[in-house]
């Protein structure tokens, strides 16, 4: 199967060989959603599945994303979440006050590899501004990201202001400082120390 093609590219890092392949696929007639599931995230299950058994580490999974993104941007332009079935809407930044982005951004690609709709913020992200986007995307999911001890108040801020706005948007966070007793304090909905279990907890949130 010529999909399955595109699934050992990803796994093999080739982000060239991924988006030759996707093109190729698109001109034979196959549709989006056999390339997208069979092919991308189907390796992105793989690769998440192999960094929680300790085979791949982060410098992988970057990679194996990036040869992902490469095939989505081919795919970008037809798809639809009437024809793909979208897992849902991610709005993921890095908090008010945190410049880094490195974790934020494996999590969101990893996310896109696992066929949600991600609208990245990017980095000092005030939780005016999160609300304002998960309401005008109707999005499932907050994804919070903090490096900095110093920035995790923000995160308290931003879960109060979707409460307070009356959301049924569930909040997410994560990042080196954060931890469960942290997320139970700060009442957020869910909480992962890798971008694997971000991605399935942002699963089990929206499917519940």
Known sequence: MAVRDIFQAVMGFDDAGTKILTQ????????????????LISAMDEVGERFSAGELFVPEMLMAAQAMKAGMELLKPLLSNETTGSRGTIVIGTVKGDLH????NLVAMMMEGAGFEVVDLGVDVDSEAFV??????????IALSALLTTTMPAMEST???????????????????????????????GYSADAPGAVETARQLIAF
């Open 159 to 189: 879960v109060k202001a979707v409460r307070e706005a009356g959301m049924a948007t569930r909040v997410i966070v994560g990042g080196a400082p954060v931890t469960q007793a942290f997320v139970d304090q700060i009442g957020a909905d």
């Open 101 to 104: 982005d490195i974790g934020k």
């Open 24 to 39: 190729k696929e698109l001109d034979a007639g196959t549709s989006v959603d056999t390339i997208l599931n069979d092919g």
């Open 132 to 141: 304002r986007t998960a309401v005008e995307k109707k999005a499932d999911v």
